[in-house]
């Protein structure tokens, strides 16, 4: 199957042939490796084949791992892609980089944040729960809009979004959901200021190409870097 700087050379030549001819023009999107489960000697073989931006999805086996040392050593960023849980939220907010799975609750948490030079991260994607699937964190699209319409303050903190689609949606409607979302992004980015609404996070190792189709400018790649995850390296 190849050693990870192979697996990675290979997503980021897919990655940017799509953006390019999505965009009509030069550049690259995003790529964050997603490192959950993937023990600290890995994560620097993809650091050391060119990875800058690495998402864990929890705060104690970031932790555990140590990987916010990558952050001096190496100038990679270190992103929150998981869950959260509001007796973490200090702990992540001084921590990570970036929040790329900011719920209201956290956001909200921020705006009123007194003390804001006890925060490192600075950029927060709002999740979105593009499949309205109960079981999962992010919010409607309706409901964003509605948001949005209410010009609710903290909303002014993010610098983008996230999408998660459901694992079990077809190909249409992974297309569907993606360029409903990418429709979404390009309102709150006129409502909220372009300079600052940015990052369309969506597509993983199953469908980049397609979510970079319908405009996505960052995507979280796991599996497709690193192999298939076995639960026992956790
Ligand atoms: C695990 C995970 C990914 C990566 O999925 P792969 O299929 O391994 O590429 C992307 N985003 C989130 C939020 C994840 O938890």
């Keep these: 199957m190849g050693s990870i700087a192979d697996r990675l050379a290979e997503v980021r030549e897919r990655a940017c042939f799509s953006y390019r001819r999505a965009a009509g023009q030069p550049g690259e999107p995003h790529i964050v490796c997603v490192t959950k489960t993937q023990p600290l000697p890995r994560i620097l073989e993809a650091i050391d084949a060119g ?12 932790i555990r791992k140590n990987v916010f040392t990558l952050r001096e050593s190496y100038g990679a960023t270190v992103r929150y892609i ?8 200090n702990a992540i ?13 956290l956001l909200e948490h921020l705006h009123d944040m007194q003390d804001r030079a006890a925060q490192r991260a600075c950029t927060f994607l709002l999740e979105v ?7 999962k964190g992010g919010l409607t699209m309706p409901k964003i809009r509605e948001l949005a319409a209410a ?6 903190e993010i610098s983008g979004l996230m999408v998660v689609v459901p694992l079990q949606a077809t190909t249409q409607m992974r297309a569907n959901m993606y360029e409903s979302v990418s429709v979404l992004f390009h309102e709150l980015a006129k409502d909220l200021g372009s300079s600052h609404v940015t990052l369309l996070s969506m597509g993983t190792s199953d469908d980049f190409e397609l979510a ?16 298939f995850r076995s639960p026992s390296q956790m």
């Design 82 to 89: 998981g869950r959260l849980q509001s007796n973490k939220y």
């Design 51 to 62: 990875v800058t931006e690495i998402g864990e999805n929890y705060l104690q086996e970031a």
């Design 93 to 105: 907010l001084r921590m990570f980089d970036a929040v790329d799975s900011a719920d209201p609750e």
């Design 151 to 156: 010009d609710t303050p903290w909303l002014h």
């Design 129 to 135: 729960n593009a499949g309205e699937e109960s079981q």
């Design 212 to 227: 970079i189709e319908r405009g996505s400018n960052m995507i979280r790649v796991g599996t497709g870097i690193f192999g």
